[in-house]
Structure formats: structure tokens, C-alpha cells
């Protein structure tokens, strides 16, 4: 059995890739070599520095002393979460790895990535000190969001959140109306971006709820009661700790499957989501 578990694993490899080219969200990921893992399993130890400022030089005694404080914080998981498929026995092991690379896949692609995309968009939108619109807003014109955008980075120039590094997430209908202006009205607003991502409405809420698998055996995500569509997130990528850790995909073979003459095929992943809180105004939040 050991060439056919050989088989099943070549598809790990293609798991990140899906999820990268798939994710409205994974060009926030942090960097791995930054942090550490902590004492329990679904723990991350995470730095965070603080230091003193200027102060007077002295022709007579020179430089005042500082301070630099460098830290580690610890951080649990917030977000972990998984499914277990099982394939008949049936199917050959050349059929049953096909079936597996298809089944990666398409569950990464319309199951985990949509879901991750909308935990954490509500985890943002739902922070303490982050920056957003006074009241909820619907578009009626291109104008009306350029505007909206132009109030948003003026809030995040006035914090003296860095502009680089500033990523723009919209729903596509909002796009559109922008896109539908003449390039003159846009252009500035825009060029204000490192980068400009649309994200379906179906994963942009403000709150979301996570349904358990059980109760509602479906699984997945809905829109909170409490909910509220979001027209476009600005989040400066400095602002936000997101840390993905993905388990490659877990494979028992039938003779090791206890409950059934199937393969099995297992995902799980757990990560933390959450924003620093000394930079929640790299974040701003325009909702409906």
C-alpha cells in the first residue's frame, strides 16, 4: 500500500497552489519565518517591538539613552477547521488518486477558500479601533464610491498609515461602477492601491456564522444574522496577523478504515486570524 499512499500524496503539493490562485486573501499572509510555534499545539508566538523617539542631543553629554522592547506575543488559533471524504475501495488506485486530485481540488476551491476568505474578512471588519464609514451605504453611482474611496484614504493618510502596502478589496459590482467613470474621475483615487481585488459579496460580511457539520450537515458558512454586506475593505497588510497552517491531506487506505471498505480522505487546517491592535487603522471598512 505504501506506492499507492506515494500516489495520493503528489497531490499534496497542488493544495497551496489552489489555494493561492483561489484566495481573495492569501496576499495578507504573514510571513512563516517571523513567528514560531508555542507551547500548545495551536499556538503561534508572534514579535512585536516598541521603541522610544526622538529626543534633545547634547553638544556637552551627546545622546539621551532609549529603549527598544522587542517582544513575543502569544497568539491561539482562532480558526480551525476540517472534513473527512470517504471513495470506495472499488476504484482502482490509479482511479482513487485521480478522484483525489479532483476532490482537492474542488473542495479547496469552492469550500475552504470562500470560507477563509469570509472568516477572515468579518474577523477584520468586526476589530476594535478599526477605521470605517459612519453609517452603512449603498451605492447609487461610480461617483458616490469614489468618493467613499477618497474619504478612506484621507482617514488612513491623516492616521499615517504607510501607503504602501495598501490593498483595496471590492465586490465586483462596485468595481464595475467604478470601471463604467471616465479614467479621469478614477485614475488618483486608484493609483492610491498597491493592489485591487475583488471579492463575490458571498464572502464579504461584516459578521459570518460557521456551521458546525452536524446540526447542519452541509458545513461551511452563512452571513450572520447581524450581518451586513460590505461594499470594500482597505487593509494596509502590516495591520493584520494571518498565519495559515495547512496539514497536508490525511489518506487511510481500506484495510486501515475501520467503519468501511473506502478510502479516506481528510483535510484539515488551522490558523489564526486576528488584526495588532496598536495598528487597527491600517484597516477601513465601508459596509452597506
Not at 500548545?40 to 522610544?52: R, W
Not at 473506502?262 to 495588532?276: I, M, T
Given at each position: 500500500?505504501?506506492?499507492?499512499?506515494?500516489?495520493?500524496?503528489?497531490?499534496?503539493?497542488?493544495?497551496?497552489?489552489?489555494?493561492?490562485?483561489?484566495?481573495?486573501?492569501?496576499?495578507?499572509?504573514?510571513?512563516?519565518?517571523?513567528?514560531?510555534?508555542?507551547?500548545?499545539?495551536?499556538?503561534?508566538?508572534?514579535?512585536?517591538?516598541?521603541?522610544?523617539?526622538?529626543?534633545?542631543?547634547?553638544?556637552?553629554?551627546?545622546?539621551?539613552?532609549?529603549?527598544?522592547?522587542?517582544?513575543?506575543?502569544?497568539?491561539?488559533?482562532?480558526?480551525?477547521?476540517?472534513?473527512?471524504?470517504?471513495?470506495?475501495?472499488?476504484?482502482?488506485?490509479?482511479?482513487?488518486?485521480?478522484?483525489?486530485?479532483?476532490?482537492?481540488?474542488?473542495?479547496?476551491?469552492?469550500?475552504?477558500?470562500?470560507?477563509?476568505?469570509?472568516?477572515?474578512?468579518?474577523?477584520?471588519?468586526?476589530?476594535?479601533?478599526?477605521?470605517?464609514?459612519?453609517?452603512?451605504?449603498?451605492?447609487?453611482?461610480?461617483?458616490?464610491?469614489?468618493?467613499?474611496?477618497?474619504?478612506?484614504?484621507?482617514?488612513?493618510?491623516?492616521?499615517?498609515?504607510?501607503?504602501?502596502?495598501?490593498?483595496?478589496?471590492?465586490?465586483?459590482?462596485?468595481?464595475?461602477?467604478?470601471?463604467?467613470?471616465?479614467?479621469?474621475?478614477?485614475?488618483?483615487?486608484?493609483?492610491?492601491?498597491?493592489?485591487?481585488?475583488?471579492?463575490?459579496?458571498?464572502?464579504?460580511?461584516?459578521?459570518?456564522?460557521?456551521?458546525?457539520?452536524?446540526?447542519?450537515?452541509?458545513?461551511?458558512?452563512?452571513?450572520?444574522?447581524?450581518?451586513?454586506?460590505?461594499?470594500?475593505?482597505?487593509?494596509?497588510?502590516?495591520?493584520v496577523i494571518q498565519f495559515?497552517?495547512?496539514?497536508?491531506?490525511?489518506?487511510?487506505t481500506p484495510e486501515q478504515?475501520?467503519?468501511?471498505?473506502?478510502?479516506?480522505?481528510?483535510?484539515?487546517?488551522?490558523?489564526?486570524?486576528?488584526?495588532?491592535?496598536?495598528?487597527?487603522?491600517?484597516?477601513?471598512?465601508?459596509?452597506?
Amino acid at each position: 500500500m505504501g506506492n499507492n499512499i506515494e500516489l495520493f500524496q503528489e497531490y499534496v503539493p497542488i493544495l497551496d497552489e489552489v489555494y493561492q490562485e483561489a484566495s481573495k486573501t492569501a496576499i495578507l499572509d504573514g510571513n512563516p519565518e517571523l513567528v514560531q510555534a508555542g507551547a500548545n499545539a495551536n499556538e503561534l508566538v508572534i514579535p512585536k517591538m516598541a521603541m522610544d523617539g526622538l529626543a534633545d542631543y547634547s553638544r556637552n553629554s551627546g545622546y539621551v539613552g532609549g529603549e527598544v522592547t522587542l517582544t513575543h506575543e502569544t497568539v491561539a488559533a482562532n480558526y480551525d477547521r476540517g472534513r473527512m471524504f470517504n471513495i470506495d475501495s472499488q476504484d482502482n488506485a490509479e482511479t482513487a488518486g485521480v478522484a483525489f486530485g479532483l476532490l482537492a481540488g474542488e473542495f479547496i476551491r469552492t469550500k475552504v477558500v470562500p470560507e477563509l476568505d469570509a472568516f477572515r474578512f468579518a474577523t477584520y471588519a468586526g476589530a476594535t479601533g478599526i477605521g470605517k464609514v459612519a453609517k452603512g451605504e449603498t451605492f447609487e453611482s461610480g461617483e458616490d464610491i469614489i468618493l467613499a474611496l477618497r474619504a478612506a484614504s484621507n482617514e488612513m493618510d491623516e492616521a499615517e498609515v504607510p501607503m504602501e502596502e495598501r490593498h483595496l478589496f471590492i465586490t465586483p459590482t462596485a468595481h464595475g461602477m467604478i470601471a463604467d467613470l471616465d479614467m479621469g474621475k478614477s485614475k488618483e483615487v486608484m493609483s492610491r492601491f498597491d493592489t485591487v481585488t475583488l471579492v463575490p459579496q458571498s464572502r464579504f460580511y461584516t459578521a459570518i456564522e460557521l456551521m458546525d457539520g452536524q446540526t447542519d450537515k452541509g458545513g461551511g458558512y452563512k452571513k450572520a444574522t447581524a450581518g451586513k454586506n460590505i461594499n470594500f475593505m482597505i487593509i494596509h497588510a502590516s495591520a493584520v496577523i494571518q498565519f495559515p497552517k495547512h496539514v497536508a491531506p490525511k489518506v487511510v487506505t481500506p484495510e486501515q478504515n475501520p467503519d468501511a471498505d473506502a478510502w479516506k480522505f481528510g483535510y484539515r487546517q488551522v490558523g489564526v486570524v486576528d488584526v495588532y491592535e496598536n495598528k487597527a487603522a491600517g484597516i477601513y471598512l465601508h459596509h452597506q
